[in-house]
């Protein structure tokens, strides 16, 4: 099979599949059928103060999975499902920043700057078809990004990289995790090396048990599904508990207030926002594709671009559509971007990748790395067909998001007024169900909780949890990388620092650690 067969052969597992119901002798395709409920559902999420598309992501895999099960045609539809979710909730996070000064979503901090301005004008309406404009825009491009360039950087590490400059890579990215996220390199790392100890527990390559305090639950390891979404959904629960009960009352939204005006979007007022989203774009791509930054330093940066690049007669902050634009085009655009070193090198950019490669590790006959991308004309690499349908259901993500995403926008409003004390207890009831319909075992449930405990007092000492998530899923792939690496040195010791490019790996991870702390403190 040449390239453009792979492609087309993608294209058709998306919208040829497995049948989910028929309309008038029309067949719906599953994964289809999974995309939108996926992006309906995502825009609901952002949209709602207190949840984010990690949030469902997190409670919907294992039920997803229970559904479909763990055979290759689940990944598809799965995939499609927890795709749509992530997009629509980027889109979904705008809302309540414009209409309430409530960002749903970390990344919507900086709309809030000139949202609610707009709002406050009259102007709601315009604005969140700026927000929908610019994020649909930065989210296209990002894509395009993505699809172009994890195929080349895949092949380019699969033949020039091997075994010890893997495992360099993976050094080089967990360090790199650890020293730009949270306040203080010295926690990322220690939350790093954290994962890698739990991950460590129960059977590894030498086929005994260990560190399992003889203990039959541990003695296959602790299930991943249990560390991830304890420390990333139930700690962020628990710590909204603690806030719920110091404050003894629920925060109230702000008064809705009338609107006038037009409140369309121009052609003319498109253009004049596009140099604004082109920068923003680049910039957010460029920051997604690094491993463990993020949507929110790619929208304070977006916006302080913007206001550096603005000479119109509204500045920045006081109702300006140009910074809607130059944030929302910014944090949506890491999206795409982030799959880059997920799809090309294995390795989650950001807690929603984290879900994906989780869902492939769960469902199984899909290993996010290289190998992905291998193009065999002989055999058909099953692998590539799924890569090539996960890109085809983005793209059909990104057109919902271009023909129904600005009106579901502007019905979803309600959804700001749900308070956290009815919110929460529902999200830890669905958490505690999905990880039980998917192990069917209570000491799941028990790991859960203990992991979400290990969330809170993460949070509470200011450790982040992002590099303690990533080093966990990581930690297999890097003991068996080191392994190999080790196997066919001869077993020499030193086997990390016989290649020119593993040094220069290893060397960037020790100035990255150096370079942050500095820059830190």
Known sequence: ???????????????????????????????????????????VTGATPGLSGPFLMAVSLPILISVFGFTPDALLPVFGFLVGIMKGATVGGAVPAILFNTPGTPDAL?????????????????????????SASGDTFSDLV??????????????????????????????FVAAVVGASPMKGLIAAAFGILLASIGTGEDNYS??????????????????????????????????????HRDEEAPPEIPQSGDNSLSFAER????????????LGTMIGALPGIGSTLAATLGYATGQKMHKGKIPFGEGAPEGIA???????????ANLIPVLSLGIPGNVGAVF????????????????????TTDVVNPELVIAFGLFTAMAFANLLNWTIGARFMQMVGVMTKVPKSVLMPFVL??????????????????????????????????????????AFILARNLETTLRQAFAVSDADPLFLFKSITSVAFLSMSVFVVIFFSRSKK
Not at 225 to 234: F, P
Not at 440 to 451: E, K, M, R
């Open 1 to 43: 099979m040449g390239v453009f067969d792979y492609v087309w052969a993608g294209v058709l597992a998306v919208f040829l599949g497995p049948e989910a119901f028929n309309i008038f002798g029309i067949g719906i395709p599953i994964t289809v059928l999974m995309v939108i409920a996926g992006f309906l559902i995502g825009i």
């Open 110 to 134: 900086m709309t809030t700057l000139d949202g609610y301005p707009m709002t406050k004008r009259g102007e709601a309406g315009k604005a969140l078809r700026v927000a929908h404009f610019a």
């Open 146 to 175: 993505l699809f172009t360039c994890a195929p080349f950087l895949a092949i380019a590490v699969e033949s020039y990289l091997g075994f010890t400059e893997k495992a360099a890579l993976i050094i080089l990215s967990l360090s």
């Open 210 to 247: 260990r560190l399992s305090l003889g203990t039959d639950f541990l003695a296959n390891g602790i299930p991943m599904i249990t560390a991830v979404l304890g420390v990333l959904i139930l700690g962020e629960v628990f710590v909204s508990f603690e806030e719920m009960w110091r404050e």
């Open 271 to 282: 253009r004049k926002l596009m140099p604004f989203i082109s920068v923003s774009a680049c």
């Open 326 to 336: 130059a944030t929302e085009a910014a944090n949506s655009s890491v999206s795409g």
């Open 356 to 375: 994906l490669i989780l869902a492939a590790d769960s469902i199984g006959g899909f290993n996010p790395g290289p190998s992905v991308f291998r193009f």
């Open 429 to 470: 009831l669905l958490t505690l169900t999905a990880v039980y319909v998917q192990e069917t075992n209570f000491n799941a449930v028990y790991f859960l909780l203990l992991f979400g405990v290990i969330g809170f007092l993460m949070r509470k000492l200011a450790i982040p949890t992002l590099p303690f998530v990533i």
